[in-house]
T-cell receptor
Framework: AQSVTQPDIHITVSEGASLELRCNYS??????LFWYVQSPGQGLQLLLK??????LVQGIKGFEAEFKRSQSSFNLRKPSVHWSDAAEYFC??????????????FGTGTLLAVQP | EPEVTQTPSHQVTQMGQEVILRCVPI?????FYWYRQILGQKVEFLVS????????KSEIFDDQFSVERPDGSNFTLKIRSTKLEDSAMYFC???????????FGNGTRLTVT
């Protein structure tokens, strides 16, 4: 069965510091991988996605993520965090994409706090 | 950029009452979904809908839940007899075509008292 693990429930970083949020997945075939961000009281905004090809994907707001098949990981990174990045971040894995069933399995999320 | 719109943003209801959560997906999208997030927990898949029928549903989506696309633009989730444990944020999402990502709405926070 598909699953997503985000081992860090809560992370605090200083503004300007680098950030890495961990995500590990379990899936038998090549997964479709996503990172979403949720600001307080807001919906889920897509940061970036991996379908195939280049394993380093660039997203919005200066985020990037690297797909490492050997480690079953899809960690999210940002070289310099801004205070506005404080939010909850969700990693998600999807099965065959584009079909009538398009179920995403989400991780439990990582809450990012940014210190001035 | 087109958005998925959900109304209301917050709904409070009494246990046992029926609620209808409304969503307007992006206009040319073909696949529609409901997800749920209980406070402090992960986002969970409820149901997917395509070609005017349910294509998959989770074990959460029991007989008290139903979905409908009544008029070609709205996509609704009905909970017939709400329970306290139905309190959650409900997200609607839509998908346009192959290899495009899901677009989520801002959610409806349902509080059952």
């Amino acid at each position: 069965a598909q699953s997503v693990t985000q081992p860090d429930i809560h992370i605090t970083v200083s503004e300007g510091a680098s950030l890495e949020l961990r995500c590990n997945y379990s899936y038998g075939a090549t997964p479709y991988l996503f990172w979403y961000v949720q600001s307080p009281g807001q919906g889920l905004q897509l940061l970036l996605k991996y379908f195939s090809g280049d394993t380093l994907v660039q997203g919005i707001k200066g985020f990037e993520a690297e797909f490492k098949r050997s480690q079953s990981s899809f960690n999210l990174r940002k070289p310099s965090v801004h205070w506005s990045d404080a939010a909850e971040y969700f990693c998600a894995v999807g099965a065959e994409y584009g079909g009538a069933t398009n179920k995403l399995i989400f991780g439990t999320g990582t809450l990012l706090a940014v210190q001035p | 950029e087109p958005e998925v719109t959900q109304t209301p943003s917050h709904q409070v209801t009494q246990m046992g009452q029926e609620v209808i959560l409304r969503c307007v997906p992006i206009s040319n999208h073909l696949y529609f979904y409901w997800y749920r997030q209980i406070l402090g927990q992960k986002v969970e898949f409820l149901v997917s809908f395509y070609n005017n029928e349910i294509s998959e549903k989770s074990e959460i989506f029991d007989d008290q839940f139903s979905v409908e696309r009544p008029d070609g633009s709205n996509f609704t989730l009905k909970i017939r007899s709400t329970k306290l444990e139905d309190s959650a944020m409900y997200f609607c999402a839509s998908l346009g075509h192959y290899n495009s990502p899901l677009h989520f709405g801002n959610g409806t926070r349902l509080t059952v008292t």
